[in-house]
């Protein structure tokens, strides 16, 4: 079967940095995605990585190696806002996207 | 108004109650989605319109009976509900279905459904 794995949950201190890994196991690969969910909200795109590397964006950093079916997301100089759950999700050779159940991530003071 | 509007934002409806979702995107996006978020499980796909012709289903049980009149517009019917079935309803809608680019689904807030 197909399967997303992430932490559940996380903690880390506001203005440090945090990594949320993403393993995955699919049918083909098409593209993995990172989306910021705060509670009661929307998901929100935040990062697309098909090709092996690093891609930043501000003080998020989105990394894929696609042989070893591996993602993580890397958050710099945290901020309380930053408080929400993420979610990883990866596109099959379907074209349909698997998501993993998400990481909570809590930033203290 | 701008982004994907879902109404009602929360909904608690009894098991014998006929009720409806709606989901409505200003984007010009030709495709549009039912999510079902539970609690600490992943997003689970329910159905997908492309163009206003449903795609997919994803062995939804009847008692949720989908509607796409346009493009810009997707309802959820339901009838007959179970407990097990309150949950975030999530709408999404992106470019197309088409399988080229990152095709980046841009989601509602949801509907928080309780079913008593």
């Known amino acids: 079967g197909q399967n997303i794995d992430q932490p559940t949950e996380m903690t880390a201190t506001e203005g440090a940095i945090v990594q949320i890994n993403c393993t995955y196991q699919?049918?083909?690969?098409?593209?993995l995605f990172w989306y910021q969910q705060h509670a009661g909200e929307a998901p929100t795109f935040l990062s697309y990585?098909?090709l092996d590397g690093l891609e930043e964006k501000g003080r998020f950093s989105s990394f894929l190696s696609r042989s070893k079916g591996y993602s993580y997301l890397l958050l710099k100089e945290l901020q309380m806002k930053d408080s929400a759950s993420y979610l990883c999700?990866?596109?099959?050779?379907?074209?349909?996207?698997?998501w993993g159940a998400g990481t909570k991530l809590i930033i203290k003071p | 108004e701008t982004g994907v509007t879902q109404t009602p934002r929360h909904l608690v409806m009894g098991m014998t109650n006929k009720k409806s979702l709606k989901c409505e995107q200003h984007?010009?996006?030709?495709?549009m989605y039912w999510y079902k978020q539970s609690a600490k499980k992943p997003l689970e796909l329910m159905f997908v319109?492309?163009?206003?012709?449903?795609?997919e289903n994803n062995s939804v049980p009847s008692r949720f009976s989908p509607e796409c009149p346009n493009s810009s517009h997707l309802f959820l019917h339901l009838h007959t509900l179970q407990p097990e079935d309150s949950a975030l309803y999530l709408c999404?809608?992106?470019?197309?279905?088409?399988?080229?680019?990152?095709?980046?689904?841009?989601f509602g807030a949801g509907s928080r459904l309780t079913v008593l």
């Open positions: 999404a809608s992106s470019q197309s279905t088409e399988n080229s680019g990152a095709n980046v689904l841009t």
């Open positions: 984007l010009g996006h030709n495709a």
């Open positions: 319109y492309n163009f206003k012709e449903q795609t």
């Open positions: 699919t049918s083909g690969f098409n593209g």
């Open positions: 990585n098909v």
């Open positions: 999700a990866v596109r099959d050779s379907n074209y349909q996207l698997i």
